[in-house]
């Protein structure tokens, strides 16, 4: 097998995608932003991390929508309740475990 043209292939997607993350980066530390914007800007990676997340935590035990209604919950108020990261997703997946074993025969 002829590895020169994958390797081609390999080198120009990884100059069409290296290009347009690059050169926005370069003009971008120029550009002075009003604090809102720049606040708006910085919640992004968050509001997209949620977005492709949050839909996979219904799925995560199939057959048992309700449990995983419950875990969901908890970890939205052990959030609203500022508690660290790893504590918020310790507390929905012992919420989780708990309905499970309870719930099942």
Do not use: N, W
Not at 59 to 82: E, N, R
Request: hydrophobic share 60%; net charge positive.
């Amino acid at each position: 097998m002829e590895t020169q043209p994958y390797l081609l292939i390999i080198l120009g997607m990884c100059v069409v995608s290296f290009l347009p993350r690059v050169i926005p980066a370069l003009f971008i530390s120029k550009v002075k932003f009003s604090p809102f914007l720049k606040r708006f800007l910085d919640l992004i990676p968050y509001t997209a991390m949620t977005a492709l997340v949050f839909p996979g935590i219904f799925y995560s035990v199939p057959g048992h929508m309700d449990v995983t209604y419950f875990g969901a919950g908890a970890a939205i108020l052990a959030a609203i309740l500022k508690l660290p990261f790893a504590l918020t997703v310790t507390i929905a997946v012992a919420v989780v475990l708990g309905l499970l074993y309870y719930q099942l025969p």
